[in-house]
Nanobody, 123 residues
Framework: QVQLVESGGGLVQAGGSLRLSCAAS????????MGWFRQAPGKEREFVAA????????YYADSVKGRFTISRDNAKSTVYLQMNSLKPEDTAVYYC????????????????WGQGTQVTVSS
C-alpha cells in the first residue's frame, strides 16, 4: 500500500512558477513509477508528466513540454513537478499517482492516487 499526499498548489499569476510535491508513505517508493495528472472543472483528467522508478526516464504531455519538469528524490520518497511559465489553462487540480510497472500517460495503469492540490493561474 502506498499513500500519496500532494502539496505546493496555490494561486499564481500567468508567467509565474510553482513547485508541487508529492510525498509517499512506505518503504518501496523507489520501486514505483510516478505520474502527475490534472483535472480542470468540467474536463476529463489528463496526463501531465511521468517518471520511471529510477528517474532515468521522463515523459511529458505536449501541452507542458518545455515548461514543466518532473523529478524524484527516492531518499525522501517524494516526487516533484516544477511548473514554469504558467498559463491560465494550467488551472486544475493536480494529482500524483504511483504505478508498480508503468510510467506513461494511461491513468488506469496507476495503482495509487493522492487527493490532489489546486493550482489556479490568473491572467
Amino acid at each position: 500500500q502506498v499513500q500519496l499526499v500532494e502539496s505546493g498548489g496555490g494561486l499564481v499569476q500567468a508567467g509565474g512558477s510553482l513547485r508541487l510535491s508529492c510525498a509517499a508513505s512506505g518503504r518501496t517508493f523507489s520501486s514505483y513509477a510516478m505520474g502527475w495528472f490534472r483535472q480542470a472543472p468540467g474536463k476529463e483528467r489528463e496526463f501531465v508528466a511521468a517518471i520511471s522508478w529510477s528517474g532515468g526516464s521522463t515523459y511529458y504531455a505536449d501541452s507542458v513540454k518545455g515548461r514543466f519538469t518532473i523529478s524524484r528524490d527516492n531518499a525522501k520518497s517524494t516526487v516533484y513537478l516544477q511548473m514554469n511559465s504558467l498559463k491560465p489553462e494550467d488551472t486544475a487540480v493536480y494529482y500524483c499517482a504511483a504505478s508498480r510497472d508503468y510510467s506513461g500517460s494511461a491513468d488506469y495503469r496507476y495503482d495509487y492516487w493522492g487527493q490532489g492540490t489546486q493550482v489556479t493561474v490568473s491572467s
